[in-house]
């Protein structure tokens, strides 16, 4: 078994309201950066996995996310992995 730094990107779904994601939108065009179109503010998480296979390891965290990380009703995620030793 390898081990495996998995990272997951969580934000809220498009087309759902992100208040966070709204107010730091505002704060950036009320300092001068009007090029920002949308900011959606979500969460980054970092697991070190054992597992048999960089797969394996995805498909164990994408179940951790489907069970407790996200909320599959009102978030999106992507997941990433990386061999660390």
Do not use: W
């Amino acid at each position: 078994m390898s081990r495996y730094r998995v990272s997951v990107h969580i934000v809220p779904r498009k087309g759902l309201l992100d208040p966070q994601g709204k107010a730091v939108s505002d704060a950036l065009h009320a300092l001068g950066f009007p090029e920002v179109e949308d900011t959606r503010i979500g969460r980054h998480l970092v697991l070190d996995v054992r597992a048999d296979s960089a797969a394996a390891a995805e498909t164990a965290v994408q179940a951790m996310c489907d069970k407790l990380l996200a909320n599959p009703v009102t978030e999106d995620y992507q997941i990433a992995s990386t061999v660390t030793a």
